[in-house]
Every structure is written in C-alpha cells, then in structure tokens.
C-alpha cells in the first residue's frame, strides 16, 4: 500500500511538473515590461520605476499621447520617483519620498512636469492636481529615435527618452 501511495505522489508530482513547464512556454513576453533605473544626484539616491512601451510605428506625441492631457511618463501604473533626500527639481525644492511622476506634453517645446504625492495609481485615471507636491516647466529637446521608453539618471538630472524626444530635469 504505502508503495502505491509513493508511486502516485511520483505521478503527481510529474504530471504537476510538466503542466508548469507547459505554461510558462505559453506566457509571452509583457508588451510594455517593468524597468527601473537609480544614480546619486545632488548626494540623494533617484529611483524611477515605470512601464517601457515601444513606440511600434505609431505617432506617440498628439497621437498616442495627447497634448494636453496629463499622461503617466510610462505604461500600465503610474511611473514612481524615489528620492532619499531633499532635492531641488528645475530649482524648486523637493521633500525627500515617493511621488508619482507625470508629464505633461504640450506642442511646443515646454511641458509640466509633475511630481504627484499619490505615488500608487494605475495610469492618470485617478490622477488630481491638489495632490501634487512639485510642477515644474522644461524644454524638451528632440534626439535620435528610441524604440522603447528609457529614463536615464546623470549627475545634472535625469531624462525620459522615447520615439524622437528627450524630456532633460535638472536635479541639484
């Protein structure tokens, strides 16, 4: 008895085995995967947390992503800013947290950014002005195409880079 127990364990265990093995060949890879990025900036540590789209052949700016309209600085949740201390953002002081982070993209070359004190939400659907901690305005510079969203930390700042636009904020 205790043999036959054994031996169907055994097969229970095979049988489990090869079904996880089977699904997880099925799973395909995230279309907008999870990136992050940290650097020291100004003797604080920056961590931005976001989704990563790829631009796919699609007009991202005034097309995917209205002008005028607050948008997540990534894909599926609200991108998040980290710093350990107290920052100055384009000049203006920032309190040391985690922030949800925001542009906001314009037609011309100056656009919001926006460091929200709600730092979990899923996209902007919930996102609300009178929660924000820091706006700010920057120029936007327009580079070499990138595919795939990126943030970038360097002494000065950091910057978003996607399709044929840099997004630079100065950190001091």
Known sequence: MRRLLQFK??????????TSVAFAQDKKPMASPRDSVSGKVAGSTLTINYGSPSVKGRKIWGGLEPWGKVWRAGANEATTFTTTKAIKVEGKE?????YGFFL???ENDTWAVIFNKVA?????????????ALRVNVKIKKTAAHERLVY????KGFSLLWDTTEVPVSVK
């Open 9 to 18: 364990a055994g097969l229970l265990f095979a049988f489990m085995l090869l």
């Open 94 to 98: 920032l309190a040391a947290g985690t």
């Open 104 to 106: 906001l993209p314009n």
């Open 120 to 132: 979990k939400q899923w996209g902007a659907f919930k996102y609300d002005e009178k929660q924000d």
């Open 152 to 155: 970038t930390i360097s002494a």
